[in-house]
């Protein structure tokens, strides 16, 4: 009798969940509901289409809840790239006519708001990307210095994807209301992580998107402060108040809500677990790894993120190694893998050009254990001597 050969089996360990989250049970549970049940059209006026829109309204205060806003400021969309677009070119466009055509954000900004500028550039507007050091947090002085009368948006993001660090928002908001400029920000990495108040930070728009706190992809949402006038990026019907035309996503939203609503509820507690997990990680690697340096702050950032510099790696190499041996973790934001290039991040932070590609991020969530930590940390120094045995270079101290 022939045998078939089986692979051995490996504990698989997730530590990407800046990139998705998986699906929370309860979210796939309602999500499954409304396909089944919510079908009709919420913009329809008979009892299918009415019962539809009260599913979006019920999440739409859900989301609103978890950001400090009103319901009727929060404009549902695909996630947070469709989010971040909308709030930089609709400000942009409705503003033009005013002379306002200056936009400002920083060097390390996600890419939907980095070439969203660069698009908006090829059109004339002008364009500022304010430095960072090597903590990866934005001066106020750099802001207040790049304003000018003719600024329309600051874009700053809350929380970092790659490293974690929150920026001072409530700071550089007051400073670009102080030159009449409008204030964004990307909150994707911080939304049901930290405890988020719109109002309170003073910002007038800010971008979420579902699928970074265990909801689904391809839905997220845009707060954006009443009274404020922004130019849709579609045309179409008048749905979302007019301002984000298409077919809502039902399922999708309800899926959001639902989710928004676990993590208001499960925010803090999280937030001290995942820091203490964090914390056993990045301990344990900098004491038995040498040639290992955290990038970034590490007092003010989000509590389950960490980024590791490995003295004599390359990041992918590592990323690599690290998965055949069942761990997943990332160099970086999903939205750039698959490439060579080092880090934008880091090398807005000053960072030297072997640093910018030998850096991995590990990002928890909620069904990693100590027991995963203690693997992972008792895994790399092994996986990490064997990548630096085959180059044969001391370690930089």
């Known amino acids: 009798m022939l045998r078939c050969r089986t692979e051995p089996l490996v504990q698989r360990i997730y ?11 309860d979210v796939l549970d309602v999500m499954t509901k409304v396909l089944r049940e919510d079908f009709g059209n919420p913009s329809s006026v008979h009892h299918f289409g009415q019962k539809a829109k009260s599913v979006i309204d019920q999440a739409r205060s859900a989301v609103a809840a978890l950001l400090g806003g009103d319901p009727s400021e929060i404009v549902f969309t695909s ?14 466009e409705a503003l033009e006519r005013s002379g306002r055509r200056h936009l400002i ?38 802001l207040r210095d790049a304003l000018t009368d003719q600024t329309a948006i600051v874009s700053v993001m809350h929380a970092n994807n790659e490293i974690g660090t ?11 209301h102080d030159r009449g400029a409008l204030f964004h920000t ?3 990495q911080t939304a049901g ?37 922004l130019l849709p990026l579609m045309s179409g019907g008048k749905h979302e108040r007019s301002r984000r035309a298409g077919t809502e996503n039902v399922a999708g939203i309800a899926g959001m809500g639902e989710a928004a609503t676990r993590a208001r509820g499960k925010m803090a507690d999280e937030a001290l677990r995942l820091t203490a997990l964090r914390d056993r990680l990045e301990d344990a690697v900098l004491r038995a790894v040498p040639g290992t340096a955290v990038n970034g702050a590490r007092a003010a950032r989000v509590a389950n993120t960490t980024n590791i510099s490995f003295d004599r790696i390359e990041a992918e190499s590592l990323l690599i190694a690290l998965d ?15 490439t060579l290039e080092p880090s934008h991040v880091l090398k807005a932070m000053g960072f030297p050009a072997h640093r910018t590609q ?14 995963e930590i203690d693997r992972v940390v008792a895994i790399l120094p092994t996986v990490v001597e064997k990548l630096r045995n085959l180059t044969r270079v001391p370690v930089r101290a």
């Open 166 to 176: 929150i920026q001072p928002i409530a700071e550089l908001a007051r400073l670009a």
């Open 193 to 229: 992580k930290i405890a988020l108040d719109v109002k309170a930070l003073g910002v007038d728009l800010a971008s979420i998107s579902a699928h970074k706190f265990y909801g689904p992809k391809g839905v997220g949402a845009i707060w954006i402060r009443r009274g404020l006038r």
């Open 358 to 371: 030998n850096s991995i991020r590990f990002s928890l969530g909620a069904a990693n254990t100590e027991a």
């Open 105 to 142: 954000a920083t060097a390390i900004e996600h890419e939907a708001v980095l070439n969203t500028l660069k698009a908006l550039a090829k059109r004339g507007w002008t364009t500022t990307l304010l430095p960072v050091d090597q903590s990866g947090v934005v001066s106020p002085d750099a």
């Open 186 to 188: 990307d909150a994707v």
């Open 79 to 92: 996630g947070g790239t469709e989010s971040d677009n909308f709030a930089i070119r609709g400000v942009a």
């Open 324 to 338: 055949l041996e069942g761990v997943a973790v990332s160099t970086g934001s999903a939205c750039s893998s698959g």
């Open 15 to 25: 530590l990407d969940h800046n990139a998705t989250t998986p699906l929370h049970p």
